[in-house]
């Protein structure tokens, strides 16, 4: 449970949540990606690289809202995706997720550390509110931002 409402829980991809995650991922970064370099389908499908064994789907109350990717450096925990269904934005999922992230790295004395599309400007609002600050540009449309 969370402070959502809902009951947010997390679960590992298999394979045949592939084209759901690159729906999900089109319709959350796809005017992002448009933005700068243009959405071409068959190159952002190769980009997209889909990993069940790297990523998990977040449900809320049981249904599909949403994709995480996370991976442990040894100098911090890096959040490599987080995407909310459009319909279940603004909801506290993706708060919830996230915060739950921080807590457990910090149990681990780690940092949680990311990258935002400069575009991204909503994005990049919502992890300011949770309190990472930018410390670096890791690539040209690109801030790394840390927390912790």
């Known amino acids: 449970m969370s402070g959502?409402?809902?009951?947010?829980?997390?679960r590992q991809t298999t394979s045949a949540d592939a084209e759901y995650c690159f729906r999900l991922h089109e319709g959350t970064l796809g005017p992002y990606v448009e933005e700068i370099w243009g959405w071409?389908?068959?190159?952002?499908?190769?980009?997209?690289?889909f990993e069940p064994g790297r990523t998990q789907i977040i449900t809320a109350d049981g249904v599909d809202a949403g994709s995480l990717i996370v991976e442990t450096w040894p100098e911090a925990v890096y959040l490599g995706r987080i995407e909310?269904?459009?319909?279940?934005?603004?909801?506290?999922?993706?708060?919830?997720?996230?915060?739950t992230l921080l807590a457990e790295a910090a149990g681990h004395g780690l940092p949680v550390v990311?990258?935002?599309?400069?575009?991204?400007?909503?994005?990049?609002?919502?992890?300011?509110?949770?309190?990472?600050?930018?410390?670096?540009?890791?690539?040209?449309?690109k801030l790394r931002l840390r927390h912790g």
């Open 40 to 49: 071409d389908e068959a190159e952002q499908r190769a980009r997209f690289g």
């Open 4 to 10: 959502t409402g809902l009951r947010v829980a997390l």
């Open 84 to 99: 909310v269904h459009p319909a279940y934005q603004s909801r506290g999922i993706g708060g919830h997720v996230v915060r």
């Open 114 to 141: 990311l990258d935002v599309l400069t575009v991204n400007v909503r994005a990049r609002a919502f992890y300011e509110r949770l309190g990472f600050v930018e410390i670096g540009r890791p690539a040209e449309h």
